[in-house]
Structure formats: C-alpha cells, structure tokens
C-alpha cells in the first residue's frame, strides 16, 4: 500500500463517519418532525458542511502525484478532515433529542464557527503546500476569497444576530460554489 493510499483510507473514513452523522441527524429531524422545530439556517449549515466534506475528499484525490509524503502533510490532512468532522458533529446531537435546533444551533455556534475557521486556516495551509509541491497552481482570486470566509466566520463567532447568521449561510455557499465553479473550469 502506497502512503496516499494510507491516508486516504483514514481520511475517508473520518469524512464518510462525519457525512453519516449528519445525514442520520437529517434522518432524526424527519422522523421527529411532530416535536421538533427545524431552523432553516441549521439545516443550511448541514447542507454546506456536507458540501465541505465531499469537496475535500474531491480535491485530496490531487494529492495522489506527491512521491513522497512526509509526518507533517499526514498531520495537515488529518487534522482537517478531524476539523471538518468536528464541525459536523456539532451541527447535530449524538443521542439527546432536540426540539429546538434554532436554540440549539445558537447554543453551539461559537465552537461550531471556530470549527470552521480552522478548517479555512488548515485550507490556506494546504492550497500552498499544494502550490509548493506543483501539484496544481493557486487560483489567483484564492487568498481573497479565503480571506472574506475567514473574516466572515469570526464575525459569525461574536455574534448571533439571526439576520447576519441568515444572510451569511447564503453567502457562504453561493463563496464556496462559485469558488470551486471557477476552479473546476480551470482544471477540466
């Protein structure tokens, strides 16, 4: 077995631990729909958690051409996919029922925005080491991009206005689907 395929068995297997827990936590809110009051902007936030963990398991796929992979590249991908499958586990309770998420979701944002944010710092960290190793080129409008999402969930850290929180879950997927939109388009 070569390293990449190593890791990408460990990281496969966090991300596809962290899709079912949330498609399980989707599957709980149906079946207790009678007692439980859904918040759109949760399930938005499920919605685009899901959308980060697909798209990183697409874009690991890139570094399968590294020849040589060395103790920190294992700990930068690992500790990413950790990041992201944190963030999903807070978007949904292991056992307790919720018959709030709109509560529930707030009562949590701080670490679930954190969360986040580190998966966009461990992102930058990644797209330069890609850079770095010639594995594909930085898109030229990245770092702005990166910027924008990172300075976007700290202000989603500090504050729980519901109409910023609405706004900026919108935002935040129309960022990401226009970002890798372009990307695609370059790379295909």
């Known amino acids: 077995m070569q390293a990449f ?3 990408g068995v460990l990281v496969s297997v966090v991300i596809g631990l962290a899709m079912t827990h949330l498609v399980l936590g989707i599957i709980r809110v149906i079946h207790s ?3 439980t009051t859904v918040y759109w902007v949760h399930l938005l936030w499920v919605f ?5 963990l697909l ?3 697409w874009f690991f796929f890139a570094w399968q051409s590294l020849p040589e992979w060395s103790r920190s590249a294992f700990y930068l991908f690992v500790t990413y996919a950790l990041c992201l499958s944190i963030a999903a586990g807070l978007l949904f309770p292991l056992m307790e029922a919720v018959g709030d998420f709109q509560e529930f979701f707030y009562k949590h944002s701080r670490w679930f925005f954190g969360s986040l944010s580190l998966v966009y710092i461990l992102d930058v960290i990644e797209v330069v080491a890609k850079a770095n190793s010639g594995i594909r080129a930085i898109p ?3 770092f702005l991009y990166a910027a924008i999402m990172l300075v ?3 202000m989603a850290i500090f504050t729980v206005n519901r109409r ?3 706004v900026f879950v919108v935002l935040f997927f129309l960022a990401g689907a ?3 939109l372009v990307v695609f388009s370059q790379t295909v």
């Open 152 to 154: 976007g969930l700290a």
């Open 178 to 180: 226009g970002y890798d």
């Open 164 to 166: 910023f929180h609405g």
């Open 48 to 52: 685009n958690v899901l959308y980060l």
């Open 5 to 7: 395929e190593y890791l």
């Open 140 to 142: 030229s409008f990245y």
């Open 55 to 57: 798209g990183f398991w």
């Open 33 to 35: 729909r009678a007692s």
